[in-house]
């Protein structure tokens, strides 16, 4: 499933008579602070309710069920994260500068404190599926329209942008956060992930720097 046929799936949900944009707004703001305090299985549609100044049925008006209203809170987490500075090239960019962004923007948006929350190394996990959609595949499109920028603006060498994500992506993380997942390792400190960030990019930077 691409990452747009999953936001027209979550359209498609919603789709019904016209809502209150500003009580669905107030919904989604009070799901995404409780997940994050609480994490999904610690956050009742009673909570939300309440927390949003709503009654139980306009949250179930809004969004089918909980599961559905985790996934719009991650959906738009996410897309604020992106918003906030997006990753655009230019001629002259600073392009180790717009890829240090990428990297520190694709481990927060990989670390949400909701994800960790849900336990996503159970594979019995129904929602583990839907945060992949909403988060990590939301962040693999980034990385390909950010590799496809830097190929035609001459910043690295031409190479296939699902080649250059998955190894990207696999420095970034790799062993570290399936550990991190697994409850045998903490969420990298800000320290630490400067420190993957720079030895990342090093490493992927001797493989497709520009030959002069």
Not at 77 to 101: G, M, Q, V, W
Not at 144 to 153: C, G, K, P, Y
């Amino acid at each position: 499933m691409t990452f747009f046929i999953f936001l027209e799936k979550i359209v498609q949900i919603n789709v019904g008579r016209p809502k209150d944009l500003e009580k669905r707004q107030r919904i989604l703001n009070a799901a995404k602070s409780l997940f994050l305090k609480s994490g999904y299985h610690g956050s009742s549609m009673n909570q939300i309710a309440q927390e949003a100044g709503v009654t139980k049925l306009t949250v179930y008006n809004h969004f089918q069920d909980k599961a559905n209203l985790f996934v719009c809170a991650i959906a738009a987490t996410c897309e604020e994260l992106i918003n906030a500075r997006p990753l655009h090239l230019h001629a002259d960019s600073d392009f180790h500068k717009a890829f240090t962004y990428a990297c520190e923007l694709s481990l927060n948006i990989t670390n949400l404190p909701e994800a960790i929350k849900l336990e996503l190394a159970n594979e019995q996990n129904p929602l583990a599926l839907e945060f992949y959609n909403a988060s990590h595949l939301r962040m693999q499109a980034l990385w390909e329209n950010f590799f496809q920028q830097a190929i035609e603006l001459g910043f690295i060498q031409t190479e296939n942008v699902k080649t250059l994500t998955l190894l990207i992506v696999s420095l970034l993380f790799g062993m570290r956060h399936h550990e991190v997942l697994l409850g045998i390792r903490t969420v990298p400190t800000a320290e630490e992930r400067q420190q993957i960030i720079t030895s990342s990019i090093e490493l992927f930077m001797l493989k497709y720097q520009k030959k002069a």
